[in-house]
Protein backbone atom coordinates (compact mmCIF):
# COMPACT_ATOMS: atom_id res chain seq x y z
CA UNK A 1 0.00 0.00 0.00
CA UNK A 2 0.97 3.93 -0.57
CA UNK A 3 1.60 5.17 2.64
CA UNK A 4 1.99 9.03 3.04
CA UNK A 5 4.28 10.82 6.05
CA UNK A 6 3.34 13.98 6.98
CA UNK A 7 5.87 16.05 9.49
CA UNK A 8 3.57 18.61 10.58
CA UNK A 9 4.28 22.47 11.26
CA UNK A 10 2.00 25.36 11.15
CA UNK A 11 3.72 27.31 8.37
CA UNK A 12 4.38 24.11 6.15
CA UNK A 13 3.55 20.52 6.70
CA UNK A 14 7.12 18.40 5.37
CA UNK A 15 5.66 15.18 2.98
CA UNK A 16 7.37 11.73 1.96
CA UNK A 17 5.23 8.96 -0.04
CA UNK A 18 6.25 5.20 -0.25
CA UNK A 19 6.17 2.95 -3.57
CA UNK A 20 3.16 0.54 -3.29
CA UNK A 21 5.62 -1.88 -1.83
CA UNK A 22 6.84 0.05 0.82
CA UNK A 23 10.25 -0.11 -0.12
CA UNK A 24 11.26 3.23 -1.60
CA UNK A 25 10.17 6.29 0.34
CA UNK A 26 10.46 9.85 -1.09
CA UNK A 27 10.32 13.12 0.22
CA UNK A 28 8.05 15.30 -1.85
CA UNK A 29 7.21 19.15 -2.18
CA UNK A 30 6.23 20.53 1.65
CA UNK A 31 2.37 21.73 1.72
CA UNK A 32 2.22 25.57 2.91
CA UNK A 33 -0.25 26.29 6.21
CA UNK A 34 -1.59 22.51 6.25
CA UNK A 35 -4.21 23.54 8.89
CA UNK A 36 -5.57 26.07 6.47
CA UNK A 37 -8.74 25.55 4.36
CA UNK A 38 -5.88 25.40 1.41
CA UNK A 39 -3.86 23.46 2.80
CA UNK A 40 -6.27 20.59 3.94
CA UNK A 41 -7.45 20.95 0.27
CA UNK A 42 -3.76 20.15 -1.02
CA UNK A 43 -3.45 17.21 1.43
CA UNK A 44 -6.63 15.39 0.87
CA UNK A 45 -5.45 16.43 -3.25
CA UNK A 46 -2.41 14.82 -2.45
CA UNK A 47 -3.62 11.37 -1.03
CA UNK A 48 -6.18 11.07 -3.81
CA UNK A 49 -3.80 11.58 -6.49
CA UNK A 50 -1.56 9.62 -5.07
CA UNK A 51 -3.77 6.41 -4.44
CA UNK A 52 -2.85 6.87 -0.53
CA UNK A 53 -4.24 4.04 1.36
CA UNK A 54 -2.87 5.16 4.68
CA UNK A 55 -1.53 8.48 6.07
CA UNK A 56 1.13 8.18 8.96
CA UNK A 57 1.70 12.16 11.33
CA UNK A 58 4.55 12.56 13.47
CA UNK A 59 3.55 12.89 16.44
CA UNK A 60 6.61 15.07 18.49
CA UNK A 61 6.56 13.87 21.78
CA UNK A 62 8.92 15.69 24.07
CA UNK A 63 12.29 13.80 24.83
CA UNK A 64 10.38 12.28 28.02
CA UNK A 65 7.92 10.92 26.15
CA UNK A 66 4.97 13.63 27.16
CA UNK A 67 3.09 15.96 25.47
CA UNK A 68 3.64 19.67 24.65
CA UNK A 69 1.36 22.60 23.04
CA UNK A 70 3.06 21.23 19.59
CA UNK A 71 1.75 17.88 20.70
CA UNK A 72 -1.52 19.12 21.52
CA UNK A 73 -1.68 21.11 17.99
CA UNK A 74 -0.31 18.05 16.02
CA UNK A 75 -3.20 15.76 17.33
CA UNK A 76 -5.75 18.12 16.83
CA UNK A 77 -4.32 18.92 13.12
CA UNK A 78 -4.17 15.07 12.44
CA UNK A 79 -7.97 14.55 13.79
CA UNK A 80 -9.37 17.12 11.48
CA UNK A 81 -7.22 15.15 8.15
CA UNK A 82 -9.00 12.26 9.74
CA UNK A 83 -12.35 13.86 9.39
CA UNK A 84 -11.29 14.95 6.13
CA UNK A 85 -10.42 11.97 4.84
CA UNK A 86 -13.20 9.84 6.48
CA UNK A 87 -12.87 6.21 7.11
CA UNK A 88 -11.03 5.03 3.60
CA UNK A 89 -7.78 6.00 4.54
CA UNK A 90 -6.86 5.75 8.08
CA UNK A 91 -4.88 8.75 9.65
CA UNK A 92 -2.10 7.27 12.14
CA UNK A 93 -0.14 8.77 14.81
CA UNK A 94 3.66 8.04 15.15
CA UNK A 95 6.37 9.14 17.35
CA UNK A 96 8.84 11.48 15.29
CA UNK A 97 11.64 12.29 18.01
CA UNK A 98 14.51 12.71 16.64
CA UNK A 99 13.31 12.71 12.81
CA UNK A 100 14.77 16.00 12.57
CA UNK A 101 17.60 16.04 13.45
CA UNK A 102 18.60 12.80 11.33
CA UNK A 103 17.52 14.89 8.68
CA UNK A 104 19.55 17.95 9.56
CA UNK A 105 22.49 15.60 9.78
CA UNK A 106 22.73 12.86 7.01
CA UNK A 107 20.73 14.35 3.81
CA UNK A 108 22.68 18.03 3.55
CA UNK A 109 23.01 17.38 0.05
CA UNK A 110 19.57 16.42 -0.59
CA UNK A 111 17.40 18.72 -2.69
CA UNK A 112 14.37 18.08 -0.86
CA UNK A 113 13.31 20.55 1.83
CA UNK A 114 14.26 19.33 5.50
CA UNK A 115 10.48 19.07 6.55
CA UNK A 116 10.27 16.78 3.79
CA UNK A 117 13.31 14.79 4.38
CA UNK A 118 12.54 14.26 8.09
CA UNK A 119 8.38 12.94 6.77
CA UNK A 120 10.88 10.45 5.02
CA UNK A 121 12.94 9.65 8.02
CA UNK A 122 9.61 9.00 10.30
CA UNK A 123 7.88 6.57 7.31
CA UNK A 124 11.25 4.54 7.13
CA UNK A 125 10.62 4.23 10.50
CA UNK A 126 7.62 3.30 10.73
CA UNK A 127 7.60 1.06 8.40
CA UNK A 128 10.62 -1.05 9.55
CA UNK A 129 8.64 -1.05 13.36
CA UNK A 130 6.19 -3.06 11.26
CA UNK A 131 7.93 -5.13 9.20
CA UNK A 132 9.08 -6.33 12.87
Not at 61 to 67: P, V
Not at 110 to 115: N, V
Request: glycine share 6%; aromatic share 4%; hydrophobic share 40%.
Amino acid sequence: MRVLALDYGSARCGCAVSDPTETIVTPIEPVPRPRSRRGMLALARLVAEREVAHVVVGLPLSLRGGDSEQTRETREFAQRLARRLGDEVPVEMYDERFTTRMAQRLDVASSASEDSRAAAHLLESWISARAH
